[in-house]
């Protein structure tokens, strides 16, 4: 397709289109709007004032960034109302001397608030390769979500607002989505992985690749939001408080510098919350996910925020407070990880299945969207999870002053040391041949643990051979070499035989040839094994 083919059907031009609100400081003094044009138009302003009255307009000049996409050329314009009157609804145009888009209104925040309400989505891309991506359908699902619950002041996103976010197809696509929508109420976008994924040629899905510093969200939302983040990483990484709440919105790359930013700015902010969006989730439930890239490199991050949204999975999953590798009980001991399911009606790529992290999970496999509407009051949060049906999918109360949540959820604590995978119990293979420390050194049954995950075991008379992600490890017993990959490798202490008989191994040996690791969560009493691929561990079968 042709840039001009594409200017037929979706491409810029001179009237104003893509108009959406954003917050950069305070909400009851200003509000910024961001509008695209062709690039033959190069300036632009807003034009606000009081809704309702015949009063003077006041002007607030556009700044402009020129962005050549793949299939087109525009200039975005972004535009600070400032001066606003708290409490009070404006009505708005935007564009030039020649060609201005018509009224919309908004209202401004209170000043000095601490209650209020946000909607949050996650995982709402849709389109495959064939233009125009149609995102009406989520337009109108959220459309009818906010007419059911007018009192949301914004939305928050947790990541993969497009299928395939390094293209002007489904950038386009999005944004005439929120048509109806974003004029009239401040959309704060967070950055997922899809959003920053690109095709050499998009219209055959070929030559995939990614975009590490976010070309097509950075450039399009470059003054939509504050530029405090990581120097190098800004737009994708952004703060913005909102009434007691300060917001830390995460991108997908480069998180030792987003780690120590996000430190120093939860430290410096006096908000009674402190909340998180990032995409990847910490405290995930499927079964083959992993997080080695986010956690634990955010972690010292993480833990000073109350809350992170994420996405990623399209499944529902709500977290004990977790802290320093421990599970908690109560609010003030660690971060909730609540992992939003998918916004408009894309099933799952995985299965959720029961993590020991996890207070609350939902399989959601139905062709339905799920939402989730936060209501901060004082010192409490309240998140309830909706299917678009109606249903209850969760509820949640965050109580800071009592310091409990509600309802009462105990984080397991494990009388005898547990053995997981990614979080999930290895049942019954694992009820008599538990992890075992001898001399500081945990051990793991060896055959058991790759049986449950999947993977081959052979054993002969005092020797255990295993296989697993196209890797394999050999182990004879009271010796303390293996042979992992065709090399030999001496480990810390020798293979025993232990419980039931089995082969046990010392675990951090065991698990270093297999691109695993494993991590102790000391206040709970339980190894978790964690591997660094998302690869389904099933052997071939000749």
């Known amino acids: 397709m042709t840039k ?70 525009s200039n975005f314009h972004f535009a600070d109302m400032t001066g606003l009157e708290p409490d009070t609804k404006y009505e708005y145009s935007v564009g030039d001397g020649g060609h201005r888009s018509k009224v919309y209104t908004f209202k401004s925040a209170r000043r000095n608030f601490d209650k209020f309400s946000f909607l949050c989505l996650s995982d709402i891309q849709t389109g495959g390769p064939e233009p125009p991506a149609d995102y009406r359908p989520m337009g109108r699902a959220v459309r009818k979500l906010l007419d059911a619950h007018p009192e949301c002041e914004f939305i928050l996103t947790a990541g993969d607002n497009t299928n395939c976010g390094q293209t002007d197809v489904q950038w386009t696509g999005l944004m005439e989505g929120f048509e109806g929508i974003s004029e009239s109420i401040p959309v704060m976008f967070c950055m997922g992985n899809h959003d920053d994924m690109g095709f050499e040629d998009y219209f055959t899905f070929t ?33 913005f408080d909102y009434g007691n709440a300060h917001f830390a919105i995460m991108g997908t790359s480069g998180f030792e510098f987003i780690n120590e930013w996000l430190i120093k700015d939860a430290e410096n902010s006096k908000k009674t919350w402190k909340l998180g969006a990032h995409h990847f989730p910490v405290c995930y439930s499927g079964p083959s996910i992993e997080c080695e890239d986010t956690y634990p490199a955010l972690r ?136 075992v420390e001898k001399d500081g050194i945990w051990y793991l049954a060896a055959g058991p643990f790759i049986n449950f995950i999947g993977g081959d075991v052979v054993r002969s008379e005092g020797k255990i051979k295993i296989g697993v992600y196209g890797r394999t490890a050999e182990f004879t017993e009271n010796s303390d070499i293996m042979f992992a990959n065709g090399e030999e490798i001496k480990m810390s202490a020798p293979c025993l035989r232990l419980n039931e008989g089995q082969l046990y191994v010392p675990v951090d040996d065991f698990c270093k040839p297999l691109r695993m690791h494993a991590l102790y969560f000391t206040h709970n009493n339980f190894i978790s094994i964690e591997s660094e691929t998302e690869a389904r561990p099933v052997p071939h079968q000749p």
């Open 207 to 239: 030559g995939k690749y990614y975009s590490e510093h976010a070309t097509y969200f950075t450039n399009q939302l470059y003054g939509s939001y504050a530029h405090n983040g990581p120097a190098d990483w800004l737009v994708a990484n952004y703060a």
């Open 300 to 435: 010292d991050g993480m833990e000073k925020l109350d809350v992170v949204f994420s996405g990623h999975e399209h499944s529902f999953a709500r977290s004990y407070p977790r802290r320093k590798d421990g599970l908690y009980d109560k609010p003030s001991e660690g971060t909730i990880h609540y992992n939003l399911g998918s916004g408009n009606q894309n099933p799952p790529g995985t299965r959720v299945v029961p993590k020991v992290w996890n207070a609350k999970t939902y399989n959601h496999e139905e062709n339905l969207s799920m939402y989730c509407i936060a209501d901060i009051d004082g010192e409490t949060l309240t998140l309830t999870s909706f299917v678009e049906d109606g249903r209850v999918v969760d509820s949640v109360v965050i109580d800071k002053r009592s310091d409990r949540i509600l309802p009462y959820e105990c984080a397991p604590r494990y009388n005898r040391p547990r053995l997981k995978f990614k979080g999930y119990d290895l049942g019954i293979c694992n009820e008599n041949t538990l992890p």
């Open 4 to 73: 001009q083919e594409w200017k037929k059907i979706r491409g810029s031009k001179e009237s104003p289109d893509q108009i959406m609100l954003s917050v950069k400081g305070d909400a009851s003094e200003a509000m910024t709007v961001r509008w695209r044009t062709c690039a033959e138009v190069k300036d632009g302003w807003a034009l606000y004032r009081k809704a309702g009255t015949d009063g003077e307009w006041k002007k607030a000049e556009a700044s402009v960034n020129f962005f050549e996409t793949d299939v087109d050329e």
